[in-house]
């Protein structure tokens, strides 16, 4: 199907599931993202993130049922996020999107996530240090 969404491309909830299950991993081990997250279970930040981007490619609309317009740059304004914390965040992003094969996410699709994570990620950044 030429419409094919890029979220049905790339396998779906499963694989959105893999990534962001892998980078929590990361950040649950990461001494400077680690420390930014308000809550003790990493848990509902997981699923928030989950949501969020399987929206953003395509999947459902959960995130938005749930929790209106995302406004990413307004919610992440209560941390502060410096070119160190934005650069764990893409180590972390690039670690999981490593660990998805290259059945599942073939080189087009790995290089437009990595894109996008890294214009993402930048535009994220709320403070000069
Ligand atoms: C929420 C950190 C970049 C998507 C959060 C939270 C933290 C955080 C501490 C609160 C956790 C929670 O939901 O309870 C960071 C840092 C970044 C970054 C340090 C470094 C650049 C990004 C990027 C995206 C993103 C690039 C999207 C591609 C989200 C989403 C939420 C969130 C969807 C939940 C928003 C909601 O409340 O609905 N982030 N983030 N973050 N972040 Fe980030």
Known sequence: DVQQSFYDAVGGAPTFRA???RFYEEVARDEILRPLYPEEDLGPAERRMRMF????????????????HPRL????QPFRIGPIERDAWLRAM????????????????????VDYMEMAANSMVNSPI
Request: no cysteine.
């Open 73 to 76: 740059r307004m919610r992440h």
């Open 19 to 21: 990534l962001v299950a």
């Open 53 to 68: 981007l399987e929206q953003y490619w395509g999947g459902p609309h959960t995130y938005s049922d749930e929790r209106g």
């Open 94 to 113: 690039h670690t999981a999107i490593a660990s998805i094969d290259d059945d599942t996410l073939d080189a087009d699709h790995r290089r437009a996530l």
